[in-house]
């Protein structure tokens, strides 16, 4: 008989409450999960074609959070006796380096010619590995960003949004970073009825620039800023403001969570994954 697993991996924090946020959210997740997959596999169920409802979740995590990392989820999820394993990196893109070392530790093919930065992860022979997508652009993420950011909104024809998030040098994750942030921001516009949408990351340094273009460009246009961070931290509460410094915009620094729409992406991704696996 199949047993499911999905490991979600996310960066790590020494904030504790960061930490918790993404927990709550990997709780929710399995939560919802279960539920949908009991409604959906009821053949299953009856033993119709061999899979079970009941799906082992994991929270782990890149680096700092000990007895807590990826090869901790690993060997837990093993423990269990799983067989098809679902990797699932909650992370804001797929321009991220750290997915793409992920992914090769896992035996997964670069996105380049750029050879990863960790050792192979071990998973137990017998164990089928399929790996997920960050979300990069998500219709309900777009939503949870309007809301954070609608009470700085008061004339939407006259405002524009500038959405920034960490970003990447690297050739190639740098126009993953920049394709999916796009999309992302264009959706938000539209939900918002704005009159503009500009993006930035903060590796390279984009930010201050970007937003005094757009006050050159549109001097009559308010700008919304908005964070594309998974949970608030050192980034939001301190670097997004400082590379902002002296310009005029409107910033709450909400992140993404806490939110349940950050569990539904993940109950999203993690139920297309079931429903492809071979029967």
């Keep these: 008989m199949k047993r499911l697993g999905i490991l979600v991996i996310s960066h790590g924090s020494r904030e504790a409450e960061w930490v918790q946020l993404v927990d709550e959210s990997v709780a929710e997740a399995a939560e919802l ?10 053949k299953a ?15 782990s995590f890149l ?10 989820g ?22 991220s380096t750290h997915v793409d070392d992920i992914a090769q530790s896992f035996g997964f093919p670069p996105v380049n010619e750029r050879e990863g930065e960790m050792e192979p992860f071990h998973v137990p022979d017998g164990i089928r590995v399929t ?33 920034i998030t960490h970003g990447s040098r690297e050739d190639g994750f740098y126009e993953r970073y920049q394709s999916g942030m796009r999309k992302l921001a264009e959706r938000v516009r539209v ?14 340094d984009e930010a201050g620039t970007t937003l005094r273009r757009m006050h050159a460009e549109q001097p009559e246009q308010a700008v919304l800023v908005a964070p594309l961070f998974l949970s608030n931290g050192y980034f939001t509460n301190h670097v997004i403001p400082s590379r902002l ?35």
């Design 33 to 42: 999960t279960s539920r949908e997959a009991a409604n959906s596999l009821k």
């Design 45 to 59: 169920e009856a033993g119709s074609n061999g899979l079970a409802p009941e799906i082992g979740f994991e929270s």
């Design 63 to 72: 680096e700092i959070v000990e007895g807590r990392l990826i090869q901790d």
């Design 74 to 95: 690993i060997d837990r999820l093993a423990a269990a006796g799983v067989t098809d394993l679902f990797v699932l990196p909650l992370f804001i893109s797929s321009g």
């Design 131 to 163: 790996f997920g997508d960050p979300i990069d652009d998500d219709a309900e993420i777009a939503e949870r960003i309007w809301d954070n950011i609608r009470e700085l909104s008061s004339d939407p024809a006259h405002e524009a949004l500038l959405l």
């Design 191 to 204: 939900l918002g009825g704005l009159a503009g949408a500009e993006t930035a990351m903060l590796l390279p």
């Design 245 to 279: 410094a002296g310009q005029n915009y409107r910033y709450n620094g909400r992140a993404l969570l806490p939110s349940s729409a950050v569990a539904r992406w993940m109950v999203r991704q993690s139920l297309q994954w079931l429903h492809g696996l071979e029967v």
